[in-house]
């Protein structure tokens, strides 16, 4: 029984090594996503029109979600190896761990609405 627990608590994937390729996949989109905002904040004078016809750009538009669902793979696969790591009253895990995955869930849908 314990184990069934167990398996039904990890991490994003249920598996470690699959949790560790989301963690490192979903650091290189935020990495990309940085860098792309990063260049285009450079090479152009911001303005308010300019920067909205930028995000509202289709291949933007996808972009954002990318690094949206990737933002939320990443803090998932974190948050879970810190608090399973560093956390080791079950109770209080539990509540940070709920608190952690309806924050994430707020996040996802928030900047979903922001975009789309």
Same mark, same amino acid.
């Given at each position: 029984?314990?184990?069934?627990?167990?398996?039904?608590?990890?991490?994003?994937?249920?598996?470690?090594?699959?949790?560790?390729?989301?963690?490192?996949?979903?650091?290189?989109? *935020?990495?990309?996503?940085?860098? /792309?905002?990063?260049?285009?904040? #450079? &090479?152009?004078?911001?303005?308010?029109?300019?920067? +909205?016809?930028?995000?509202?750009?289709?291949?933007?538009?996808?972009?954002?979600?990318?690094?949206?669902?990737? *933002?939320?793979?990443?803090?998932? /696969?974190?948050?879970?190896?810190? #608090? &399973?790591?560093?956390?080791?009253?079950?109770?209080? +895990?539990?509540?940070?761990?709920?608190?952690?995955i309806i924050a994430i869930i707020v996040y996802l849908f928030w900047g979903v609405m922001i975009f789309f």
């Amino acid at each position: 029984m314990g184990d069934v627990m167990m398996k039904s608590a990890t991490g994003l994937t249920g598996s470690g090594s699959r949790d560790w390729v989301v963690q490192r996949i979903s650091a290189v989109v *935020l990495a990309v996503y940085s860098l /792309v905002m990063l260049g285009w904040f #450079l &090479t152009h004078q911001p303005t308010f029109e300019l920067w +909205r016809g930028f995000m509202l750009s289709l291949p933007m538009r996808l972009f954002n979600l990318l690094a949206i669902l990737a *933002l939320v793979g990443h803090a998932w /696969v974190g948050m879970w190896t810190v #608090l &399973t790591d560093y956390v080791k009253s079950s109770g209080l +895990r539990f509540v940070l761990q709920a608190a952690m995955i309806i924050a994430i869930i707020v996040y996802l849908f928030w900047g979903v609405m922001i975009f789309f």
